[in-house]
């Protein structure tokens, strides 16, 4: 099984499912989480709201418009 960590947050999703196609994997991501600025709840919420959006084929930035913690996560991350 594949795990990812260092670094991981909500913009590494759609480019970790384009190259696996695959939920089958460990994607640690605790700072993506722990930095949040809505806190460690908001956090999770984002990163699942990435993974919505890169199994949907819809891209971060237009799932983001309906979904504050992910917008949040990524003017966060915008590095």
Do not use: Y
Not at 37 to 56: C, D, K
């Amino acid at each position: 099984m594949p795990v990812f960590s260092s670094g991981q947050s909500v913009k590494q999703a759609p480019g970790t499912w384009q190259a696996l196609q695959s939920t089958d994997l460990i994607f640690a991501c605790g700072g993506g989480i722990m930095a949040h600025p809505g806190g460690i709840t908001s956090g999770v919420r984002a990163i699942h709201q990435a993974w919505e959006a890169a199994l949907a084929g819809i891209p971060l930035e237009q799932h983001a418009r309906g979904n504050r913690e992910l917008r949040e996560a990524m003017e966060t991350f915008a590095a």
